[in-house]
């Protein structure tokens, strides 16, 4: 019974991390896009010598948060994980405005990602499970920005991919050095490959090298053998969530002729994301395999 409660104590207090890091790391997936577009313009206005305009100080800690909406200060109780969000009944306190569900959705689902690394890698170092940790954050943030903007930044992609020849290079990890090394390379070549054997063949784009770097980092956390599996779980899933999406769209849509037509249009010019199913797959390979 007292080793029952010494665990219920720990995955609380695991669960509470998770909470904590999630509200972070929605302040990553909300800003992240916004910091590297001003710095965009920043060398813009820079290489163009223009000294007139100065942009806005605006980074992961200023300005504080605030109502997307009324663009009010919020309190500290209202950035409370969870708790602020239910205390407001999901509105803002000053507007009466919604709140997205994706802030409290990221903030669960990085607590739970935590909870389930603790449990399947208790047997660790803490130091250990602080670099899984950062692996799981790293995922959710490349895979939420992806999905809002279809882009894969290389600061998160390639941080990831240092941190993860890092941890095995440092401890045992996952894969030796070499498998890793090997990993990053084959996962950046395999999908460069793809990637120009699709252009050459349907003259478009299929994927992004964005997703060339997101899956040598996978690489260099798993090792090159898992990458087929990884792969392979990512495509399936990404085609179930394409045929699905699909349907909903085709049974949702209007009748009129004319914007069936336009339906179409979108349908087959409409570009899925391949960053959430990347790091479906390394988490399922991840907690399956290891």
Avoid at 15 to 26: A, D, Q, V
Avoid at 36 to 65: G, M, V
Avoid at 149 to 166: A, E, H, K, N, P
Avoid at 236 to 260: D, R, Y
């Amino acid at each position: 019974m007292q080793s029952l409660s010494h665990n219920l104590v720990f995955l609380s207090l695991i669960f509470i991390f998770g909470l904590i890091i999630g509200s972070f790391l929605n302040v990553c997936i909300y800003r992240l896009p916004k910091i590297i577009k001003n710095q965009w313009l920043q060398d813009c206005n820079d290489l163009l010598k223009n000294k007139t305009k100065k942009l806005a100080k605006f980074n992961l800690a200023y300005p504080p948060s605030t109502c997307p909406a009324c663009h009010k200060k919020l309190s500290i109780w209202q950035n409370i994980p969870i708790i602020g969000f239910l205390w407001q009944q999901g509105k803002c306190h000053y507007c009466q405005k919604p709140i997205s569900y994706i802030y409290p959705a990221i903030e669960l689902l990085t607590a739970s990602l935590f909870v389930v690394v603790f449990l399947k890698f208790n047997n660790l170092p803490p130091i250990e499970l602080l670099f899984i940790f950062a692996l799981v954050s790293f995922l959710i943030v490349i895979s939420a920005i992806d999905f809002k903007t279809q882009y894969i930044f290389d600061i998160l992609s390639l941080s990831m991919l240092w941190v993860g020849l890092l941890y095995n290079t440092i401890f045992t990890g996952f894969a030796t050095p070499t498998d890793a090394i090997i990993g990053a390379v084959a996962g950046y070549l395999s999908l460069y490959i793809v990637y120009w054997l699709f252009k050459i063949i349907r003259n478009k784009e299929g994927l992004g090298y964005g997703d060339f770097k997101l899956f040598a980092a996978c690489g260099a956390w798993l090792g090159y053998q898992h990458l087929p599996s990884i792969l392979l779980i990512a495509s399936i899933s990404g085609i179930i969530m394409a045929i699905l999406i699909l349907m909903i769209k085709k049974i949702t849509k209007v009748k009129k002729s004319t914007e069936n037509k336009e339906n179409k249009e979108r349908l087959q010019d409409s570009k899925i994301p391949f960053a959430p199913y990347l790091s479906f797959a390394t988490l399922i390979i991840l907690f399956w395999l290891f």
